[in-house]
């Protein structure tokens, strides 16, 4: 498998700054991915890496090293909006499919 | 606006009836699509790959029999519980892949079997 792990609960302050760990072990993978999910619907994309680096998007970031088997999505000025549970998914190279996490979920508290 | 549709949103239905839940890729074209389900708190489980003009591929431990998938056309793969009991209710979610692109998901179907 890809034991993909991932805090299971963080709580932040609205304003704040929280960043989610998420560390893998695979044999490979295309890239990897972050879904935000509010309770009863969909996941929706969040930023997908596929080299080591950051990626920016608005305030919402994320982050790949492959040689640590390590990500983190970094979300910055947390909104009362931003509460959900956070997927971290790696898009496997033998077949395309897409292996999740369990997921943090992110409380922000005014 | 979406580009995976999914419908029924929600279903309720008796014990030992069969539902029919449809995925369809709304501006583009998905020779695969998945179809994954969730416990509430808990992660994504994928179910299955489903495949246009060809069988689905099963994930180990989910029923073939119990859980039917056609994929007849490129953007539409139905998923049918069959002969459904209250351990099948769940939230179950259709995947597409536009190409090069990310996933794209459905709304998602909560099912209750009661």
């Known amino acids: 498998g890809q034991n993909i792990d991932q805090p299971t609960e963080m709580t932040a302050t609205e304003g704040a700054i929280v960043q989610i760990n998420c560390t893998y072990q695979?044999?490979?993978?295309?890239?990897l991915f972050w879904y935000q999910q509010h309770a009863g619907e969909a996941p929706t994309f969040l930023s997908y890496?596929?080299?080591?680096g950051l990626e920016e998007k608005g305030r919402f970031s994320s982050f790949l090293s492959r040689s640590k088997g390590y990500s983190y999505l970094l979300l910055k000025e947390l909104q009362m909006k931003d509460s959900a549970s956070y997927l971290c998914a790696l898009l496997l190279a033998s077949d395309y499919k897409l292996s999740f996490g369990a997921g943090t979920t992110v409380t922000v508290r005014a | 606006g979406a580009v995976v549709s999914q419908h029924p949103s929600r279903v309720i239905c008796k014990s030992g009836t069969s539902v029919k839940i449809e995925c369809r890729s709304l501006d583009f074209q998905a020779t695969t699509m998945f179809w994954y389900r969730q416990f509430p708190k808990k992660s994504l489980m994928l179910m299955a790959t489903?495949?246009?003009?060809?069988?689905?591929?099963?994930e180990q431990g989910v029923e073939k029999d119990k859980f039917l998938i056609n994929h007849a056309s490129l953007t539409l793969s139905t998923l049918t519980v069959t002969s459904a009991h209250p351990e099948d209710s769940s939230f179950y979610i259709c995947?597409?892949?536009?190409?090069?692109?990310?996933?794209?998901f459905g709304q998602g179907t909560r099912l209750t079997v009661v």
């Open positions: 995947s597409a892949n536009r190409p090069g692109v990310e996933a794209f």
């Open positions: 890496n596929v080299l080591d």
């Open positions: 489903s495949n246009e003009g060809s069988k689905a591929t099963y």
């Open positions: 695979t044999s490979g993978f295309n890239g």
